[in-house]
């Protein structure tokens, strides 16, 4: 490696550790510097990758499913480059390769896992050349940044486009996803549910109802939720396409199992939405060759971080943090939550900074009717627009307390509460409340 590399490297490690010592996370800073010093370190570290490239894109599930298949990928004995922190634009996934890579500038590493923005895979693509691409799900999000889904869906084909020998790992259950698979010309290997898994259906919007190919509006011989289950479009044809990993036998409560390729996967995660995650970490691992036998070994181990279903204990109070961002990710978020017939706590934490988008009228489009059940004890509004949650929730009769200081609104509830709490936050107060969780974790102990 040329000696700018090197200096990018070590330039790079050395503001990580201050931004550590600190007690910031310090990742984007690091990539930020080590393009800075060679715009082209990206292009020169992931080419030192000896087998596959994974990128994940799409509007939920990114971070999880990403650190599922690194960890899956490392249970088989592999050695892997991820961005486990969900730092997905390019100088977050610049930091991933030079903070693993040796003060000589190489990298050990037979795979690279890299969750990506989907916007900024116009910076990510052409130096990283990725194997795989999977796609998670594409749903409205952050209006303001993002525009309308037609507006992502054009970046995800020209730069699919782009990548001359890529496969792509798509759920098959989202008519979005499988439109823009056909379109590319791509090999395409799919994944869904086969069977109909969710009792009721939900009165939330449905962003792809009509068909991309001729405008008619979709029929489902089964619906999940949001636009995915099994559609078809009564007009040209268009429909779900064949599964290439099909879950079937899908069992929800406290456990998540379901059966895959006659193997039946278990995890102790909640929430329907995490049988797709699950689903597109094994399709992409299966995809790229690998037997995963040490799968479900793996599964038992895993623990979601990041604000992912991530848990935590002060005392006898049992916290669950979790990102929710967007009308079909909240939505999710709730059915969740509302698995547990369990008394509980709500701590909904709502921000508005650059990251987030400052339109926060997707609000409007969240079933916040649902937290009307007696195991409800409280629900606290916090955050910056914690006055706007508070007139959402006022809309559908549910009173809530209102605490713009998202650590007092915890340690009230911590004291005064069940004893089980949820606490549900957008993308800037992720880390924040993250921290403050920590914090009083370590208060506990």
Known sequence: MKIRGLLAIWAAKAAGAVCRRMGRQGVTWAGKIALKIDPSILEELSGQVRKKIFVV?????????????????????????????????????????VLEAGLNGKIDADYACIEADEAST???????????????????????????????????????????KMTLIVNGDDAL????????????????????TVKEEGTEIREGRFCKKCGTKLEYRFYHYSQLGDYYCPGCGFERPHLDYGAEAVKLGDQISFTVEDR?????YKGFYNVYNLLAAYAAGRSAGLKLEHFNEMLRKFHPENGRMEQFRMGQTGITLNLAKNPAGFNQNIAAVMQDTNPKDIII????????GRDISWLWDVDFDRFQEESIHSITVSGIRC???????????????LEADVETAIRDRI???????????????????????????GEKK
Do not use: W
């Open 57 to 97: 894109c799409g509007t939920n599930g990114k971070t999880t499913t990403n650190n599922l298949l690194c960890a899956a990928l490392e249970a088989e004995g592999a050695k892997v480059v991820c961005n486990h922190t969900g730092s997905n634009m390019l100088n977050g996934v610049a930091a991933a390769f």
């Open 122 to 164: 116009r910076y990510i693509f052409p130096p990283l050349q990725p194997d795989y691409m999977i796609l998670t799900n594409l749903f409205r999000d952050q209006l303001d940044r993002y525009g309308e889904i037609d507006i992502t869906m054009n970046i995800l084909k020209e730069m699919i486009q782009k990548v001359d």
């Open 177 to 196: 996803s499988a439109f823009l698979a056909q379109e590319t010309g791509k090999p395409c290997v799919t994944y869904g549910i086969l069977e109909k």
């Open 264 to 268: 039946r996967l278990v995890a102790d």
């Open 349 to 356: 934490v709502i921000n508005d900074n650059a990251q987030d």
């Open 387 to 401: 006055q706007d949650m508070r007139l959402r929730l006022k809309y559908v009769d549910i009173p809530s307390i």
């Open 415 to 441: 004291r005064d509460g069940v004893g089980n709490l949820y606490v549900l936050v957008n993308y800037t107060a992720l880390f924040s409340t993250r921290n403050i969780l920590k914090k009083i974790e």
